[in-house]
């Protein structure tokens, strides 16, 4: 029997580099088909091949077992293979159904034709979106069903899913799975790229694992678990160190309060909330995606404009604080790690040594008023050694390290202030299986040397995993507090959700 | 690593500037004198100058179009001031404070009211150029009175064979470089151009810093009046309503120094002026239109993006966390 597709022994290098290597990898009719995968094991550009968007170097595809050469994503799409991006694809200014349409060969739509077109269609796929809605207004779930409903339209036999569920929110994520299992039910072939090992466990029929552009194993979903997933993801076992929901090693007691945010309002988002946090103790906080977690830190921290401040105050070590920009709170020492490492997290033309080294000149830590090359280097040398970045040398750009050596970098160049509370954000967004537990490592010693923690996560296992202490945040508020050992995973989400 | 992946377009635009000195070498013979050289050299040392100011503010992910309207303004205003009676002393520390005034001004606009730059300073620029029109001075051109004189030095005086601007030039290129490599703002200022919330984030002051930018450009700006007005013993300042502004910006992105911010140096300034230095200076001996050699500018401009577009794609694959 011939597969729907074949990708039969493909190569892509980069600049001489492989970044996936000599790759067979088939999709069957109707199969839900997880392709798993530390960062940079090759698992995008594997579907970009055979999505279109990149060339193999090496390497033929066969769909249905002719084979087939596809150099633009348009082609694939008229041979029935659509992807999903995680950075969407729509067009932000334009319609909902402006979006679904705007591929078709008709040159002009009646706009009034495509809502009614577009009403009865996103009906039938159950989505709750309004076609007339602009998708710039639309959230990361809606916009996610936008793109799916496009791929449905264009008889889509093939969709390629890359991060699906990264940026849903628990509810909306059951609906994406209902929406895959339909999807299935008409016979769509799909293939899941994925961090979350549960959700591909859960959904898929068959797993393919790659590690550093080679493949490692293609198997029926029923004969992995957890644990031999991780295992041919790293090449060895993590499981216990990573997910482990409870540990056993005591929680730390609480030390000085070092921040006391008290009636704090902002806007929607932030609806007079009140917590603290203390030194030498994590504290996890926990909500789903608008839950207000992440304004809440960037108030604190200085990071938010403070148009939409509605009043409450925030202590540092006792003594009111209010910042207008982040420059005063880093030089108190409060210090926040960005979610988002790319858009603002570091600086991509510079070298690993240039970016901790702007740390530490904004954060008044080093000696004499200009720059010293020497004190540059050291400074890197001995935070790239602290934190295991791995680089050829100091001098490479972070733009070109994988995405959990860019986050240490990020971390480090917050480290190198001098910091009394840290404010984690999403510590290990996007970061690999390995270098995971890495940064728990780093999070962990800091609050073991007396500094303030705190970790803002909508990963439950990792909250569980590092928090003293666990705050739940629902609505614009922290709606619930746990001691650390006292949590587990049903009765924050139950927190969190209600 | 294949040969290509280290042609920066730096690289590219010297080379370009070499083979054209070489082909005009072999083949106008009244380009590879002492005389022409030097002449070359100091025709370019001005725009060169402003170039700098404008790298800066480039680098900081800026753009400063009033650049030229103000150095003709603030220096014609000097000159102005100098004929009125004013000590020469005097008449250059108010123009080079109300320069520098300005500069803060379209900082102010660019960092504090968040108006993009480009807006920012294009309307700046026509503001500046009608300011002076109609309250600093009645005439278009302001000639060298006696007074201000001594001025003349920087434009039209020898240092070893060697005219001045062209070691102004230098001058202003070192400190240039030296303030991007070694002093704190202008580390700051990189970082701005690079990635602005972050910087925001790592706690530099990005506001005092884009401000920074604009006045350090209006202070070099001003030197560059003054010695467009010492070489030809006046200040004509229809130079604000030209097309000057533009060749400025052409030395700065042809050189390297990317538009998106943080990408480049004052040494990407230095080969974007050598080049056009020996085009415009072969062109003129070859006696091309200057219309013409519009033409010719334009399509270097284009020809020099193209092919960094070709050796440094930024694909997705780049783009995307390092993802792959």
């Not at chain 1, 008044?364 to 008023?369: A, D, I, L, V």
């Not at chain 2, 070691?167 to 703002?185: N, V």
């Not at chain 2, 700051?188 to 920074?212: E, H, K, S």
């Not at chain 2, 070099?220 to 004509?236: K, R």
Request: charged share 15%.
């Amino acid at each position: 029997m011939t597969s729907l597709i074949e990708l039969r022994n493909a190569t892509k290098e980069y600049r001489g580099v492989p970044a996936v290597k000599n790759v067979t990898f088939t999709l069957e009719k109707g199969e839900v088909h997880a392709l798993l995968g530390e960062n940079g094991a090759g698992k995008s550009t594997l579907t970009k091949m055979i999505s279109g968007v990149v060339d193999p170097t090496a390497g033929e595809l066969f769909i249905d077992g002719e084979p087939a050469v596809l150099t633009t994503p348009a082609e694939a799409l008229k041979r029935g293979i659509a992807m999903v991006y995680q950075e969407t694809s729509l067009v932000p200014s334009l319609t909902v159904a402006q979006n679904i349409y705007l591929s078709d060969n008709r040159r002009f739509h009646r706009l009034r034709g495509i809502y009614i077109a577009g009403q009865q269609f996103l009906q039938s796929l159950n989505f709750p979106v309004d076609p007339t809605a602009m998708v710039s207004a639309l959230g990361a779930g809606q916009k996610q069903m936008v793109e799916i409903a496009r791929a449905v339209h264009h008889d889509a036999k093939v969709i390629i899913f890359d991060e699906p569920t990264a940026t849903l929110t628990p509810e909306e994520k059951h609906q994406f799975f209902a929406l895959v299992e339909r999807l299935k039910a008409r016979g769509v072939s799909i293939i899941f790229i994925s961090h979350a090992l549960e959700e591909a466990l859960a959904i898929s029929d068959r797993i393919t694992v790659l590690r550093d552009g080679e493949h490692v194993i293609t198997d029926a979903t029923a004969n992995f678990d957890r644990e031999s997933i991780v295992r041919a993801m790293v090449g060895r076992t993590l499981t216990d160190e990573l997910y482990g929901a409870h540990r056993d090693r005591q929680t730390r007691p609480a030390g000085r309060k070092v921040l006391s945010v008290q009636n704090l309002s902002m806007g929607n988002m932030v609806r007079n909330t009140s917590f603290s946090v203390f030194a030498g103790q994590i504290t996890g906080v926990f909500g789903l995606i608008g839950s207000g977690r992440t304004e809440a830190a960037k108030v604190v921290s200085g990071v938010m404009k403070r148009d939409l401040f509605h009043g409450g105050q925030v202590m540092l070590d006792g003594a009111p604080v209010r910042y207008r920009v982040p420059r005063p709170a880093v030089r108190d020492g409060i210090l926040y790690v960005t979610e988002d490492r790319k858009a603002e997290g570091f600086f991509e033309t510079m070298s690993i040594a240039e970016n901790i080294h702007l740390g530490a000149l904004a954060g008044g830590q080093t000696k004499g008023s200009s720059v010293s090359m020497a004190e540059m280097r050291n400074l890197a040398e001995h935070w790239v050694k602290a934190l295991n970045v791995r680089a050829i040398n100091a001098d490479a750009r972070v733009i070109e390290l994988s995405g959990g050596n860019q986050q240490k970098v990020v971390i480090a160049k917050s480290l190198v202030q001098k910091p009394k509370l840290v404010i984690f954000d999403e510590p290990t967004r996007g970061v690999d299986v390995g270098a995971i537990a890495e940064i728990h490592q780093i999070i962990n010693s800091l609050a073991d040397q007396g500094i303030a923690v705190m970790v803002i996560s909508s990963y439950l296992p990792e909250i569980l995993h590092l928090s003293d202490r666990i705050l739940v945040c629902r609505q614009g508020r922290i709606v619930e507090e746990f001691e650390g050992h006292r949590a587990d995973e049903e009765t924050i989400m139950y927190a969190a959700v209600h | 690593m294949p040969l290509g992946a280290n042609l920066t377009q730096e690289k590219i635009v010297f080379a370009l500037a070499v083979l054209l000195a070489l082909g005009f070498a072999l083949a106008l013979p009244g380009f590879l004198t002492t005389q022409n050289v030097l002449n070359l050299l100091r025709s370019v040392s001005i725009l060169g100058i402003l170039g700098v100011a404008m790298g800066l503010v480039v680098i900081g992910r800026g753009i400063d179009l009033s650049l030229v309207a103000l150095m003709a303004v603030s220096v014609a205003w000097m000159l102005t001031l100098v004929s009125g009676g004013m000590p020469l002393p005097l008449a250059l520390a108010v123009a080079l404070g109300f320069s520098l005034l300005v500069g803060a001004l379209n900082g102010w606009l660019v960092a504090y009211a968040e108006i993009p730059a480009i807006f920012a300073t294009l309307a700046m620029g026509t503001l500046i150029y009608g300011f002076g029109r109609y309250f600093l001075f009645s005439m278009d051109v302001a000639y060298i009175p006696e007074g201000a004189r001594p001025i003349l030095i920087l434009g039209q005086s020898d240092l070893f064979g060697v005219p001045l601007p062209i070691f102004l030039f230098a001058g202003t290129c070192l400190i240039g470089h030296l303030f991007l490599r070694y002093a704190i703002p202008g580390r700051y200022l990189r970082a701005v151009g690079d990635n602005l919330p972050a910087a925001r984030i790592t706690g530099i002051p990005v506001r005092p810093v884009i401000v920074l930018q604009y006045v350090l450009s209006s202070g070099i700006g001003f030197l560059a009046g003054l010695i467009t007005a010492a070489s030809v013993d006046s200040m004509n300042t229809r130079l604000a309503l030209s097309t000057y502004v533009y060749d400025v910006i052409l030395v700065v992105v042809l050189g390297g120094i990317g538009l998106s911010g943080g990408k480049g140096g004052i040494r990407n300034v230095v080969v974007g002026t050598l080049l056009i230095g020996v085009l415009l200076n072969g062109m003129t001996i070859m006696d091309i239109q200057y219309t013409l050699q519009n033409v010719i500018k334009g399509g270097l401009l284009l020809a020099a993006i193209v092919i960094d577009t070709i050796l440094n794609p930024r694909d997705e694959q780049t783009a995307q966390q390092g993802d792959i």
